[in-house]
């Protein structure tokens, strides 16, 4: 592509990587895309877009690396990257592998944890409710109708035994 083109991330949608030939200074320029955020279970996606990635994703933001072109090579699958780019993305892979075998650690230690304190948990005897105390029939004052002994307001003939109003 000419240097003043934009990139249209409908490539990298694609997986195409984009170059930027400039010939006048036998340079190539390439665009990887920046690492992406750690989620939630990052570890178990691919680990190659936590580093530096080319062909960037779309929608990622791009970081351009200009290389020499007697540097660069080429194979069947396109052009790549001089040896010393290469080593640093393969420094950048083993850190984040090196990262993701951690954090997948500390998630299995935290769920084995979880997993014990819930059995131990189970050990405990169920919660029952306790009786309630007996009801005690209230007695009848010798003058007038039957109270409730909550509110004091007259109190019907089903409640009588039960001394009080339903929702007294």
């Known amino acids: 592509m000419r240097p003043d083109t934009r990139i249209p991330h409908v490539l990298f949608a694609e997986g195409i990587p ?11 320029e390439a665009r990887l895309g920046e690492p992406h955020e750690r989620g939630a279970q990052w570890w178990t996606k691919d680990l190659r877009l936590f580093r530096p990635h080319h062909p960037p994703c779309a929608g990622d933001t791009v970081v351009r690396e200009r290389f020499p072109l007697a540097d660069l090579g080429l194979n069947a699958s396109g052009v790549t990257f001089p ?6 993305l393969a420094l950048e892979a083993a850190r984040v592998r090196r990262d993701a075998d951690q954090a997948r650690i500390q998630h299995e230690q935290a769920a084995q944890r979880w997993r014990h304190e819930a059995a131990t948990r189970q050990d405990r005897r169920p919660w029952k409710p306790t009786p309630l105390p007996p009801v005690q029939p209230l007695r009848r004052p010798a003058g007038g109708p039957p109270v409730c002994e909550v509110c004091h307001r007259p109190l019907a003939e089903p409640l009588l035994r039960f001394g009080r109003h339903i929702l007294c």
Do not use: D, Q
Request: glycine share 0%.
């Open 18 to 28: 984009a170059w930027t030939l400039y010939h006048r200074e036998e340079a190539a």
């Open 83 to 88: 040896p010393a780019m290469t080593e640093r």
